[in-house]
């Protein structure tokens, strides 16, 4: 099925769903989850894939075992294309419009160690400072857990200080309620974002493998 853009319905839906998140609520408006939020997502997976790699379109039901909010349902619907470990693009659906991103989302002990040398390396380092400011002045927003502290084993002088502080890297851009979000048009538009967003999931995925060291 040919993507079609994303219908009013489907933020109207989560709209409500966040005012009513509730079994009932669900099942009594699960058609119109179906039709104006799984079937897009479907068809913009099967639009991408061909050049991004395999689509995961999120389930809607949350993981409630350990969480102390119950409700059942998230309040958006994302997609995620893995490259490596927790790491590749990401498009998400709310009641505040449509989101791109991508970069990294978790790491594991060895991996954050990985991430922070190439960090404080003095050729890989400035690498990704340069992509940051050049994503940054295309209107992409930088993200991401970081720590309020330094990581233990660098100054707090160090040149690329903030960026250490990082446990997880992630570059997002809003394109909220524009009209061209419910269009196909928007299919181009996260394509070219996440062309764009290239050269960081490619920065992360050659860099935050765990490694013995980086070559000076």
């Not at 998140?21 to 939020?37: C, I, L, M, P, Q």
């Not at 960090?119 to 050049?134: A, F, V, Y």
């Not at 084993?153 to 851009?173: F, T």
């Amino acid at each position: 099925m040919q993507f079609t853009g994303f219908p009013v319905a489907a933020l109207d839906f989560f709209d409500d769903l966040e005012m009513d998140n509730t079994r009932s609520f669900w099942e009594a408006h699960k058609d119109v989850y179906v039709g104006s939020v799984k079937a897009p997502f479907e068809s913009l997976a099967e639009a991408l894939s061909p050049e991004f790699g395999v689509f995961k379109v999120f389930r809607p039901h949350r993981d409630v075992r350990f969480a102390k909010d119950k409700t059942p349902f998230k309040t958006h619907q994302g997609a995620f294309v893995r490259v490596c470990d927790a790491t590749g693009w990401y498009v998400e659906l709310s009641p505040r419009g449509v989101r791109t991103g991508a970069g990294f989302y978790d790491a594991s002990g060895p991996r954050l160690a990985a991430f922070r040398a190439a960090i404080d390396h003095d050729r890989s380092g400035p690498q990704l400072e340069k992509l940051l400011r050049s994503l940054a002045r295309k209107g992409f927003e930088v993200g991401g857990d970081r720590l309020k502290t330094s990581p233990r084993g660098y100054a707090a002088d160090h040149p690329r200080i903030e960026l250490l502080r990082h446990r997880s890297l992630v570059l997002g851009r809003s394109l909220g309620f524009e009209p061209v979000i419910h269009t196909p048009a928007v299919l181009e538009i996260i394509r070219e974002d996440w062309r764009t967003l290239r050269p960081l999931v490619s920065w992360v995925a050659e860099h935050c493998e765990p490694r013995a060291g980086l070559e000076g």
